[in-house]
């Protein structure tokens, strides 16, 4: 698949794909090197291997890190209870030890985790390890083995290679440094906030029924949003939000009244709205005049302080 | 010289100029991605270069200037049949909100290697003064000392001397501080929960009967560290110590993170990160260092930019400084009462702390003061030795 047949592609699954990004992923594919997507946020490195997966036409497996994630959970585990059982049921039976122990390691008694499950497809999965920098360092040797082999020993079972090896994204939020023999060893890509062209083409893509001034306004406030110091920094999903938000209360077009509204699905910490309110000057010529719905709806108050004013 | 020539020369000088960790192995993925997206299209074969050379935000910063002064530059070298855009190469843009990569805010006209010679020639403060470049180091580090227009310093050094006992300090600080309890489960005889593989095979002694329960716990997790140099004229004078601490911590654990600050924040952990960096200066710092004292601004950056990943209830703030404070004091009480509130405890190393007479009474120090966890003198290794004693003594008596 060459890069345009990619992107539009992509495009077809309502994920709008630059050219770092399809490049990024026509190398993976064809040098069979796990994809490291690293950026800030909430500018849709998750949704990217969901939007891969759909691609392909394959299965996504999700392997979800966190802090504490071991090999057993993220690999296999016996079904220890079952077998337990198993053992107590078949002890009348009379087979000799020999069967009764092949039967209680067999497939049937193996719990597969997302690793082990992503080996045994029939057809290559897209295998996705999400947020790799919150399992510990020895998660990361772990798998950092895994990769490069794609090969499993169970030591009851044998060693259970690849059918077809897997299509891996792993993305990072940066909490911890990955190790550079990780990094090494995969495709590195750096997905940052989009630009407005970008984010004009994924609110169009994500939000079929948007007007196009409104699109048009919103993308040209995010990037004004983005460029402040705000704690958490708005990504993709907010201004997804924002636009749905917008659209379910019918404005055509973004004013004061619409924005103090709505501020809620932009910006999430408190610190941050006040900001936004002390930058008033500057982000004023991006607004509308004030629209008539205004006067007919209360003034919000969110439970930060006109509370007491309302009472009085 | 053919294109596949051209690739290895050009990992070579990723790798010797520019500081990038790519071998053999990169030049081969290079040349395979060449042939995948062809070279006759310029922003393909860069992206697909981008992706192959670079491993983190830092090399991705990086690559374009590289990249330009490579391949788009005229130097007589058969070259791909690549659009010559640039003459000269341009500056990489600043888009991360990571803290900017050392060099690449160099100015175009510096010479890329003029920190490398400096290394090998600057030598150590006590070189006896009668050699020559002594002299010349003493007189430029005079005029960054007292030199109002000098804003930006020469990079800090970490000295080798004493290190091993720095080492062990730090050793002990990321094995001994035991802050919270990991999800991770580890064998252990009270433990809370029965461990199933454990007890399945310990009970083929006794016939497929678990006799015996083996049990797990939750293990205890090491802390996270964040170390902030303050390297403002006033304190970096004495912070070679700290360097020589913050190295050992970063050198030991994954979870340490370490700053440098003056008029403006730059993280240095990458570059502590190199195992030789011990016996030579750290990569350019710019307004990061020498220059002036604005602890509270660099601290409110810090938390703004780096706070989400890198505060949490386990970790460990240590800030470097004298406390001489020329910015907003507001803004420090402030930013102070965050980094407590967000963080396990913030320790602070004053170098004249272990002074006799010492009173925190500079104005940044005393502001500073409600909210410090410990206030620790930083002068020698010995400090530090302590400081680590004293820490892990603390959470030991805790639980």
Sequence with gaps: ?312 | MDFTESVAAFTAELREQHGFGAGQAATRDALRAAEIVGITAETRLRSAFRAVYCATPEEVDRFDAAFDAFFLAPRGVAQPNLRSRHTRPEPPKRSREEAPSPKSQRPLGERSDAAEDDDQRRPTERRPPDDINAVAVTWQTLRARYSAAAARGEPPRIDTGGLDEMFAAASRLVAGMRVARSRRWTPRRDGSRVDLRRTLRASVETAGDPVDLRRTARALRGARFVALIDGSRSAAEYAGPMLQFAYALVQRSRRVSAFAFSTELREVTRALRERDRAGRTLPELGEAWGGGTRIGANLATFVREHGARLLSPETIVLIYSDGLDTGDLDRLERTMRELRARSAAVIWLNPHAGAPGFTPSAGGMRTALPFVTALYPARDSHDFTALARALTRTTARRR
């Design chain 1, 1 to 312: 698949m060459t890069d345009a047949e990619l992107r539009e592609r992509f495009a077809r699954h309502g994920y709008v794909a630059n050219d770092d990004f399809a490049t990024g992923i026509e190398l993976m594919l064809a040098l069979e090197k796990p994809l490291l997507i690293e950026g800030p946020a909430g500018v849709g490195k998750t949704e990217s291997a969901k939007a891969l997966a759909e691609v392909l036409g394959t299965r996504l497996i999700r392997l979800q890190c966190y802090e504490g994630l071991d090999a057993a959970s993220a690999l296999y585990e016996w079904n220890y209870p079952k077998q337990l059982l198993r053992i107590r049921l078949t002890e009348e039976s009379g087979a000799s030890a020999e069967a009764r122990e092949a039967e209680i390691f067999s497939e049937p008694f193996l719990l597969k985790r997302p690793l082990l499950e992503a080996i045994t497809q029939e057809r290559a999965p897209v295998l996705l390890i999400d947020e790799l920098d919150r399992a510990d360092e020895a998660f990361e040797a772990f798998l950092l083995e895994l990769l490069g082999e794609f090969q499993v020993t169970i030591p009851e079972l044998g060693t259970i290679r690849a059918r077809e090896r897997p299509a891996v994204v792993i993305t990072s939020n940066r909490t911890r440094e990955l190790s550079d023999a990780l990094r090494r060893r995969c495709l590195y890509l750096w997905l940052d906030y989009p630009t407005r062209d970008e984010e004009l083409a994924i609110l169009r893509a994500r939000l079929p029924g948007i007007d196009g001034r409104l699109a048009e306004q919103i993308a040209r406030f995010m990037e004004f949003l983005r460029a402040q110091p705000f704690q958490k920094v708005p990504g993709v999903a907010e201004s997804l939000d924002w636009a749905l938000a917008l659209m379910r209360l019918h404005r055509e077009a973004i004013d004061e009244r619409t924005l103090e509204q709505t501020t809620g699905t932009i910006l999430k910490v408190r610190e941050d709205w006040e900001l936004l309110r002390s930058q008033r000057s500057r982000y004023e010529p991006l607004l509308n005049g004030t629209s008539d719905v205004a006067d007919t709806v209360p003034p919000p108050d969110y439970g930060l302080g006109t509370v007491r004013a309302q009472r009085g």
